[in-house]
């Protein structure tokens, strides 16, 4: 008799099954996966062209950003539709909306992100309330190569009033106008900053007048994907905030060998200088601290000077110009010098004591110095430091700064 309910019962189990799974059938039919599904859209048995269609198609890979990303369906109505985009390990939902007729999903942005896995899940239900789903997935384009910009000043950095926005590119960007307009520079309180382009691989930004003491600006780079030159795309998305602190701008006199220091406007001092000499003269110009170092070699065959010196340790060191110009302490030259004589290969020398000392000329403007400070040199038998020299863009007008940008 166990024999007998053992097999009544395994009769049993199975007819279940049997008609569970033909129920799953029957619920199912217009059920998708990547594409096909058991019976096509809303239930209609192998409809050629019917169904919910996603384009770029199921399983494409190497999709290029110019590609339109929709879903839709030729009759009934999407009811929802939820697409995840995976990039850098990470998963974000791409927002969309769906047409008024219900018939197309689009995404809000028109471009599709590039080495990135997209994943598409759509339900749609025709007029009489029958579901159908669709899951797919593809892959977009790799690029070969990629371009960064390099920003300045430093993230969350309180720098001097002259401190100019400048990105520097690790490609040549033949795409000015693209790339321009995914760098956004902007401050509060609010001021007009303009774009100016040095050639293709530098992109600098300014107010028209040096920053407000206490302006905080954000740099947002928005370079991801976007193609700076054929074949070659940006990988950025990037913020960088700063904020200018009190202004200090010194005026160096290359004739009278002085330089005096104005904060917020009142003089706080004048200190002996000495410049360049009369064969190695220092530029004149608006020139902007980039750099600050409190001990540094200094080797003129670096800078075009063949072996005439080769100092290992110059000591408050502060660089102008990508040239080579500094204001720097200068322990070496007598002390009857400063003030009196032009003795330098092009730098503005401050007198300072070996291992550089707190309490010099040096000690004392490096302690009171930022990154972003003026240095304007005057009275030099030189020509205007170029603008493309360091942060020089303060020399230009208004007027030709403006006619750098790429947008038009």
Not at 169 to 191: H, L, M, Q, Y
Not at 215 to 225: G, K, M, P, Y
Not at 262 to 291: F, H, Q, S
Not at 378 to 407: F, H
């Amino acid at each position: 008799m166990r024999h007998v309910h053992g097999r009544a019962r395994r009769a049993g189990a199975a007819l279940a099954a049997v008609l569970t799974w033909a129920g799953l059938l029957a619920g199912a039919a217009g059920c998708t996966s990547g594409g096909t599904g058991l019976g096509g859209m809303f239930g209609k048995p192998g409809a050629p062209g019917e169904g919910i269609r996603v384009s770029p198609d199921h399983g494409d890979k190497g999709v290029r950003p110019g590609r339109k990303l929709s879903v839709r369906v030729p009759e009934g109505r999407l009811e929802s539709v939820r697409v995840v985009k995976s990039q850098d390990a990470r998963d974000t939902p791409v927002p969309g909306r769906i047409s008024a007729d219900g018939r197309r999903w689009e995404p809000d942005e028109g471009r599709l992100a590039l080495a990135a896995k997209y994943t598409v899940d759509a339900v749609a239900v025709d007029d009489a309330g029958r579901r159908s789903a669709r899951h797919a997935s593809f892959t977009t384009y790799v690029p070969e190569e990629r371009f960064i910009g390099y920003v300045a000043p430093e993230n969350r950095s309180t720098v001097g009033t002259g401190m100019i926005v400048s990105l520097e590119f690790n490609r040549e960007i033949t795409d000015r106008a693209a790339v321009e307009r995914a760098v956004r520079v902007s401050a509060e309180p609010a001021v007009e900053i303009r774009p100016h382009w040095f050639g293709r691989d530098r992109l600098d930004f300014r107010p028209r007048h040096y920053w407000k003491p206490g302006t905080e600006v954000t740099v947002d780079l928005r370079l991801r994907d976007v193609e700076g030159a054929p074949g070659v795309y940006g990988l950025q998305h990037k913020t960088v905030t700063f904020t200018v602190g009190r202004s200090q701008v010194s005026v160096v006199d290359a004739a009278g060998k002085t330089m005096q220091v104005r904060r917020d406007g009142e003089l706080l001092t004048t200190v002996p200088i000495t410049a360049g000499a009369a064969k190695t003269t220092t530029y004149n110009g608006k020139m902007v601290v980039t750099e600050m170092l409190d001990v540094t070699r200094m080797d003129g065959r670096t800078v075009g000077f063949g072996g005439e010196y080769d100092i290992p340790d110059v000591p408050h060191a502060m660089r102008l110009t990508e040239s080579g110009t500094f204001l720097h302490g200068n322990y070496w030259a007598p002390d009857d010098v400063f003030g009196r004589t032009n003795v330098s290969h092009g730098c503005v020398g401050l007198k300072d004591v070996k291992g550089g000392g707190a309490d010099t000329p040096a000690g004392w403007f490096f302690d009171r110095t930022l990154v972003g400070d003026v240095i304007e040199v005057v009275r030099s038998k030189d020509r205007t430091v170029a603008p493309d020299n360091g942060l020089g863009g303060w020399n230009m007008s208004w007027k030709a700064w403006r006619e750098g940008s790429a947008v038009r």
